[in-house]
């Protein structure tokens, strides 16, 4: 299995990251789907104020570059992002690695 941990900057707007929060708790079904099919097993959001960290663990064989252009053509992705970039300050046709951006790891205790 791999991760990878993202950040994002949600608009400086309590009523739109209180909505943000809401519609994540309705994410459409293909959107979910379409994430298991290119590999990505789960995705966790987590929030603190304005700033967000995504943890995604996916398949050993998963190639970000790839596997995230791939989720982009599928079903309702791009309605997705682009319902959601209202929150995040981004036009919508902004793809999600122009929103996320990847971190580094720099610490693992069991490594």
Not at 70 to 78: H, I, K, N, V, Y
Request: proline share 2%; aromatic share 10%.
């Amino acid at each position: 299995m791999k991760r990878y941990c993202q950040t994002l900057t949600l608009v400086d707007n309590e009523e739109l990251i209180e909505k943000y929060i809401e519609v994540h708790a309705h994410v459409w079904p293909e959107v979910i789907a379409g994430q298991h099919e290119v590999g990505i097993l789960q995705m966790q959001i987590y929030r603190l104020g304005r700033s967000l960290f995504m943890i995604m663990d996916t398949l050993d064989d998963f190639d970000f570059d790839r596997d995230m252009a791939r989720l982009a053509t599928l079903p309702r992705q791009a309605e997705w992002e682009a319902y959601v970039a209202q929150f995040q300050g981004c036009t919508a046709t902004a793809s999600s690695a122009d929103k996320w951006q990847l971190m580094e790891k720099i610490f693992d205790s069991e490594e």
